[in-house]
């Protein structure tokens, strides 16, 4: 298979991928009985709008004139969120503990796992790739390992919160 196939097939899955946990996000909303839990997801599915016309721009190029046509456009490319810094974390911890409402254990869990294996996904392509294309791919884990470190630790934090919760009577 010439390379420029297997890069097609590397950005389609990859737009799969994509597209099935935007669509993972969109239907734990429901699951989500809180502003904060339902604000964090309703980012999250915009990011991944973004990385879906990321990866469309990318394929395009691809299918177009192969890897040299490739363009990383500034207007495509994510811009950094503020949503997983210091400040955002803390008050989202705050606001689960002030509500005293915890969101879906499992469903910060299988948005974890998502996240995780797409960001190692894309690392290890990035790892067998090169230019321009190693340069999306790069960028596409960064994005992704982002999201892995926000849903690991309120997957751990409300794990916690489970486990020091008074049951019963």
């Known amino acids: 298979m010439p390379a420029d196939q297997n890069l097609i097939r ?3 899955y990859a737009l799969n991928q994509e597209q099935t946990g935007k669509g993972f996000f969109q239907a734990s909303l429901s699951r989500m009985g809180w502003g904060a839990a339902v ?17 469309n721009n990318i394929l395009r190029g691809l299918k177009q004139g192969g890897p040299d046509q490739i363009q990383i456009e500034k207007g495509i490319a994510l811009p ?7 400040r955002s974390r803390h008050e989202f911890s ?5 509500e005293s409402m915890v969101p879906d254990v499992t469903v910060f869990s299988m948005a974890w796992l998502i996240e995780k294996d ?5 690392e290890k392509m990035a790892g067998q790739t090169e230019g321009r294309v190693k340069e999306a791919l ?3 884990a960064g994005w992704e390992r982002g999201h892995e470190r926000f849903f690991r630790e309120y997957r751990e934090k409300l794990t916690k919160l489970y486990d020091t919760m008074p049951w019963g009577g």
């Open 10 to 12: 590397i950005f389609e």
């Open 39 to 55: 604000s964090a997801f309703k980012r999250v599915i915009e990011e991944e709008e973004h990385h879906i016309l990321f990866i």
């Open 80 to 86: 950094r969120t503020d949503f997983f810094d210091e």
């Open 94 to 98: 705050q606001q689960v503990l002030l």
């Open 118 to 122: 797409l960001s190692e996904f894309y």
């Open 138 to 140: 790069s960028m596409l």
